[in-house]
């Protein structure tokens, strides 16, 4: 059986937990943050953990991280 290739772009987003969970970061942080408010910017700093509906696609994405 070949080898599955790690989709790169995905590599670089996301990671897996000890528990094998896949952990994401927030989006809506990179520019226009003057209008948001410091509560918000400082919510989206934290990782997130990926919804369990996309969660068996993205396993499919990262085989081997």
Known sequence: ????????????????????????????????LTKKTTKRKRELRQGALVAKADARNMAQLIPYL
């Open 1 to 32: 059986m070949p080898k599955i290739k790690t989709n790169r772009g995905a590599a670089k987003r996301f990671r897996k937990t000890g528990s094998g969970k896949i952990r994401r970061n927030k989006a809506f942080t990179s520019h226009i």
